[in-house]
């Protein structure tokens, strides 16, 4: 088998490609051979050497990858359900970027002959994001208007698309103005393209009364401003920080960190009570041990996406062997939808 291992924090060129002997399973496993793998903004802070979570379960060295799809290669003990070439998707923590992934058998799902490997490989974590978000972490009300960050990238695009089938009402917002129609396509009421507008002005226009909820995966540079625009008993969602890094590497990533992350506001208990307003967040890669909220959550969207009731956002495939530009476009902050790899 082959795999992308990271040695030492770094670049692009860190993400190397190893052999290995092909996995065995262990009891109730599966090993799965790879057609496509989803790549996330979370891949370049590992790859980076910043994500808590990869530090704390698997150290250096690492392969990293959250979801991918394929064919079954081999069953465990234990499994009876799956054969040899059954169509699967499924999750891992860490360890996607390889030509075989070994997962629990909870992990993994049919996945129908109407769905492509890369839409497949593409879907779990940021509708997995979206829905913990909007539905496990808080309670959003039909008919509430919500900030949704980053729209037309992977997340953004699953949020509104899951705030569709909330009946909630949703201004998107974009960096570029190519993104501007992709948001409008995925259901946003209202895209504010903040490379032409001003974002606040927007916000303020579009929801006088205020926000219910904001969806943040920028971190410093929207979190003040999000948290002042809501409305008494609205919700801010923290749930990335990709505003911390600059959008190519060099010294200037580690520089732009630590100054971002010193900048970062603080919200003192006392004030989100006497404003009624609320601060949440969430790392996803922290609950693979709550197989019960994974299944719970899996069941809603497996149905919603198998019944075309949500899709996925335009998908750019790649090679496996350009792992390294997919990177590169990811961290320019110039892609729309979700990005894969290709076996
Ligand atoms: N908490 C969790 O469990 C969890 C799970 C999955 C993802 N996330 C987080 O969710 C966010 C989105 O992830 P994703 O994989 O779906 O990525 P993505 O949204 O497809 O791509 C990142 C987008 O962020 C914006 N951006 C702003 N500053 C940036 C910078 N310095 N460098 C690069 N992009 C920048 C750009 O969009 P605009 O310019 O249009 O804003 C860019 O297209 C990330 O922060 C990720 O870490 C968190």
């Given amino acids: 088998m082959e795999k992308i291992v990271i040695h030492r924090p770094g670049g692009f060129n860190r993400l190397q490609f190893e052999t290995f002997p092909d996995p065995l399973p262990g009891e109730n496993q599966v090993v799965v051979q790879t057609k496509s793998i989803g790549v996330n903004y979370a891949d370049c802070v590992v790859r980076m050497g910043y994500y808590a979570s990869a530090k704390k379960y698997i ?11 394929g064919v079954v290669s081999v069953v465990g003990k234990n499994v009876g359900d799956l054969a040899a070439g059954t169509r699967v998707f499924g ?7 390889a ?21 497949a490989a593409g879907f779990p974590v940021i509708y997995l994001t979206a829905y913990y978000a909007l539905y496990m972490l808080v309670h959003i009300f039909p008919g509430s208007t919500i900030l949704i960050h980053s729209a037309a990238g992977g997340v953004g695009s699953a949020l509104l698309q899951l705030a ?8 998107g917002v974009v960096g570029s103005s190519h993104k501007v129609e992709e948001a409008k396509e995925l259901g946003a009421d209202w895209v504010i393209d903040k490379s032409k507008e001003n974002l606040w002005q927007m ?3 579009y929801a006088p009364q205020g926000l219910d909820a904001v969806l943040d995966g920028n971190g410093v540079t929207t979190l003040r401003e999000g948290y002042t625009h809501l409305r008494p008993t609205g919700k801010l969602i923290s749930y990335g920080y990709h505003a911390m890094f600059a959008r190519e590497n060099s010294i200037l990533n580690h520089l732009k960190l630590i100054y971002s992350y010193l900048r970062t506001p603080r919200f003192h208990p006392i004030d989100l009570h ?7 967040s969430f790392n996803l890669s922290f609950l693979f041990d709550r197989g019960d ?24 495939v790649y090679p496996f062997r350009e792992v390294s530009r997919a990177h590169r476009d990811l961290q320019s902050g110039k892609t729309v939808g979700k990005l894969v790899l290709n076996l």
Avoid: C
């Fill in 59 to 69: 150290g250096w060295p690492i392969t990293p990858g959250f979801e991918f799809s």
């Fill in 91 to 97: 999750v891992s923590r860490f360890d996607s970027y």
């Fill in 99 to 119: 030509s075989h992934v070994v997962v629990p058998r909870s992990q993994l799902y049919f996945l129908p002959e109407h769905i492509s490997f890369e839409e």
């Fill in 164 to 171: 569709q089938l909330g009946d909630w009402r949703t201004i």
């Fill in 203 to 205: 916000v303020e226009k």
């Fill in 274 to 280: 006497n404003n009624n307003r609320s601060l949440a």
């Fill in 293 to 316: 909220l994974l299944e719970i959550a899996m069941r809603s969207l497996y149905s919603w996406f198998t019944e075309g009731k949500i899709r996925m956002p335009k998908v750019t």
